[in-house]
């Protein structure tokens, strides 16, 4: 199985920065991409950022020129930086991992909340 830890979540005041992390581990044989979504109270689960194996990168209108996702291959370990952070980016964050086991499977992970304060 894979498992998907996630850290760096918390509360931090509008303008402020966190930095989020994702550690996969178990039996994978590759990544076809990371990403990262949120789910704020009332709402839907949305798509934050997604970085694919080529590197290449996405982003919602929202966080874009705010977040940036980077990832570490020898650790399989993603990153959300976020700055800039404001009251509506409060939600719980997933991490969620696209791979190859023995077939593609995918993954979520706990989540982890984070809280902007106005």
């Known amino acids: 199985q894979v498992q998907l830890v996630e850290s760096g979540g918390g509360l931090v005041q509008a303008g402020g920065s966190l930095r989020l992390s994702c550690a996969a581990s178990g039996r994978i044989v590759s990544i076809n991409y990371m990403a990262w979504y949120r789910q704020a109270p009332g709402k839907q689960r949305e798509l934050v950022a997604r970085?694919?194996?080529?590197?290449?990168?996405n982003y919602a209108d929202s966080v874009k020129g705010r977040f940036t996702i980077s990832r570490d291959n020898g650790k399989l370990t993603v990153y959300l930086q976020m700055n800039s952070l404001k009251p509506e980016d409060t939600a719980v964050y997933y991490c969620?991992?696209?791979?190859?086991?023995?077939?593609?499977?995918?993954?979520w992970g706990q989540g982890t909340p984070v809280t902007v304060s106005s």
């Open positions: 969620y991992a696209d791979v190859y086991v023995s077939v593609r499977t995918m993954y």
């Open positions: 970085i694919s194996s080529d590197g290449s990168t």
